[in-house]
């Protein structure tokens, strides 16, 4: 499916028409900050739970004498870690398989495997066998929470029975909970039996909210944590999945004025592209007329031609000297060389052969916590 997605997108444009500019957009592949060609058949373990200490009962800190008066209990549970880690498998699961990217061994097989280390089969022969390239096994290594509650004074107004009004000083109470997590995914290779690539995910956040003095307990705070896990998603993309990226550039404006290519600036701007490049490129020809040239060149790369439009290019830059022409061949220099690496990873090809070395278990139990 992402080899369909990356041809598809070689081939697509886009225009987007803002003011008096139109704007051409060029779709690209982003290569992954992992090359993850080789590892395209990924086993990938349930998350590991935080194991670590965080109070699970006694009372909340208060922040003045009012608040103080009750006993409030923190909201952790004993089962949030499980609970959490539970969480963050099932959307990594979902964000791993919504790529298309990968084959997936799913956790119940891969953790069963892992487990089988623990009576001396060689964990990463029996990967292989299944024809499995890596292994991915996500921990939770830092959970964190602090909470407190807090009063605020309000004024309660009554009337006596002779009309006259009266005031008092009640009380509200507050209560804030700050969440921290940190979340490490480590990829381990199964023909070295070494670690590959490990990536780390941190976030903090917090909610406030009233609450009655006389309810024992805080809400569980297994709501901020779920929060922090789905915000990863985009990092856990970007570090392990090529993705379909856009470079948005505008036309070069008809400077200097040449009236016989304005038409082709209606034509792309009206979506015939492809009528546009033409007479650009025609133009170019012609006149030697800067725009035309440069244009040409941008919608060449749109329909994915990057070298016949860095040709063009060089051409533009050897006649001309334009800041706006150079700046246009660097960039899509380098979109070039970012869609040639995506497609690379894509393929397998870039992917360096695989190194026979073993450690044996030692890697997967470290990794593990075991």
């Known amino acids: 499916m992402i080899r369909k997605t990356a041809i598809a997108a070689a081939v697509a444009l886009v225009l987007l028409v803002t003011g008096c500019s139109t704007m051409i957009s060029i779709p690209y592949m982003q290569p992954s900050a992992v090359d993850m060609g080789g590892y395209r058949n990924l086993a990938v373990a349930s998350v590991v739970p935080y194991n670590g200490y965080v109070p699970s009962s006694g009372w909340v800190r208060t922040a003045d004498p009012y608040a103080a008066r009750y006993h409030v209990y923190g909201g952790f549970r004993s089962t949030t870690s499980s609970v959490i880690a539970s969480y963050a498998t099932d959307h990594l699961m979902s964000t791993l398989s919504g790529s298309g990217f990968f084959n997936i061994l799913p956790p119940a097989r891969t953790d069963a495997i892992l487990d089988s280390g623990r009576y001396g089969l060689d964990i990463s022969s029996e990967f292989r066998a299944l024809g499995y390239d890596a292994v991915m096994i996500p921990r939770i290594g830092v959970m964190s929470i602090d909470e407190y509650i807090y009063s605020e004074p309000v004024t309660e107004w009554w009337v006596d029975s002779e009309g006259y009004r009266h005031s008092y000083i009640d009380y509200e109470y507050y209560y804030v909970q700050t969440a921290s997590i940190e979340y490490t995914i480590t990829l381990i290779d199964t023909e070295s039996g070494h670690i590959v690539a490990q990536r780390t995910f941190s976030d903090k956040t917090s909610r406030d909210g009233s609450f009655d003095p006389f309810w024992s307990r805080l809400d569980d705070p297994a709501v901020l944590f779920r929060r922090m896990i789905s915000s990863?998603?985009?990092?856990?993309?970007?570090?392990?999945?090529?993705?379909?990226?856009?470079?948005?550039?505008?036309?070069?404006?008809?400077?200097?004025?040449?009236?016989?290519?304005?038409?082709?600036?209606?034509?792309?701007?009206?979506?015939?592209?492809?009528?546009?490049?033409?007479?650009?490129?025609?133009?170019?020809?012609?006149?030697?007329?800067?725009?035309?040239?440069?244009?040409?060149?941008?919608?060449?790369?749109?329909?994915?031609?990057?070298?016949?439009?860095?040709?063009?290019?060089?051409?533009?830059?050897?006649?001309?000297s334009s800041d706006e022409a150079r700046r246009l061949y660097r960039d899509l220099q380098t979109v070039k060389a970012r869609n040639e690496e995506a497609l690379a990873q894509i393929s397998g090809e870039s992917s360096a052969s695989h190194v026979a070395y073993d450690d044996g278990n030692s890697v997967y139990d470290a990794v593990l916590g075991r």
């Open 232 to 320: 990863f998603d985009m990092g856990i993309i970007t570090q392990f999945v090529p993705t379909q990226r856009v470079y948005n550039v505008s036309l070069m404006a008809n400077k200097p004025k040449n009236e016989a290519i304005e038409y082709a600036y209606d034509i792309a701007k009206d979506g015939d592209t492809e009528g546009a490049e033409a007479a650009f490129q025609e133009e170019w020809g012609a006149s030697g007329h800067l725009p035309s040239g440069y244009n040409a060149a941008l919608l060449m790369a749109a329909t994915g031609d990057f070298d016949a439009a860095l040709s063009l290019l060089e051409e533009v830059n050897a006649a001309y």
